[in-house]
């Protein structure tokens, strides 16, 4: 894997960082000269996938938040998003559309479905009290290929 | 965001980012309109929207929920193409009414 470029980010799970962290990565993501669909999509996987952090790796407290983003292959945008929060203990419920865990409030269940169909792969690996990072990749056409 | 009562329809002209933390400020003000005012139709108007995530979806389907409780009906109004990809892909768009409105100059 050619890396051409990265960061790496680490924010504590307020929610108020949801925001950030998007912008922060469309702002790194910026740099594959994306079109404004392909911008949405990475920031909306990308808040999906902390807000995941925020509401369900750390429920009842403030922890952090690492994102790693690449530049590889010249044209391919990359994103691992990882906490060390309750983990998940079936992946495969977790990712069923609709499905959500979360009793109060209105979450619709809808994040995984997002960050899947969104972005071009998707890999997620957890475990329980050990914590979740969620890996995604996405190719950013050439506006002259 | 702003809200406006006329007579029956209660129109929520939204604005700005919805994620999860927006969305907490927001639902609260907008169910005590509701709650107040009872409309026939609630009028979401996507327009100012500059980015939303899932939790738009939840944003609809649980004001949708609250005014169906006082016979009220959900319209959809000013959604991008990006907002109803998203409502698309959460399968709501044959529960809804999507309203395509021009915007005046």
Do not use: W
């Not at chain 1, 309750?86 to 609709?98: E, R, S, T």
């Not at chain 1, 969104?118 to 979740?132: I, P, Y």
């Not at chain 2, 003000?29 to 979806?57: C, K, N, W, Y």
Request: proline share 2%.
């Amino acid at each position: 894997m050619i890396i051409n470029n990265y960061f790496r980010l680490i924010i504590p799970s307020h929610s108020r960082n949801e925001g950030f962290a998007r912008a922060a990565v469309a702002a790194f993501a910026a740099q594959l000269d994306p079109t404004v669909e392909e911008i949405n999509d990475i920031k909306a996987a990308v808040s999906e996938a902390v807000t995941n952090c925020i509401v369900h790796a750390y429920p009842d407290k403030i922890a952090d938040i690492e994102i790693v983003g690449r530049i590889i292959e010249g044209d391919t945008f990359y994103i691992r998003i990882k906490d060390k929060g309750l983990g998940i203990a079936d992946i495969k419920q977790a990712m069923l559309p609709l499905f959500s865990t979360c009793e109060e409030g209105e979450r619709a269940g809808l994040g995984f479905a997002v960050m899947e169909s969104f972005m071009d792969k998707l890999r997620v690996t957890s475990r329980v009290d050990k914590g979740t990072s969620i890996i995604m990749t996405k190719r950013v056409k050439s506006r002259y290929e | 965001m702003e809200i406006i009562n006329s007579g029956d329809r209660l129109t929520v002209m939204l604005s700005g980012e919805i994620d999860h933390h927006t969305l907490m400020s927001l639902r609260g003000t907008i169910d005590a309109q509701i709650e107040q005012h009872t409309p026939r139709l609630l009028a979401l108007d996507f327009g100012g929207v500059s980015f939303m995530d899932s939790s738009g979806i939840g944003l609809i389907l649980g004001r949708k929920r609250i005014a169906e409780c006082y016979g009220g009906k959900v319209i959809i109004k000013n959604a991008s193409g990006y907002v109803e990809k998203l409502i698309r892909l959460a399968g709501l768009a044959p529960m809804l009414a999507i309203v395509k409105e021009v915007h005046k100059a």
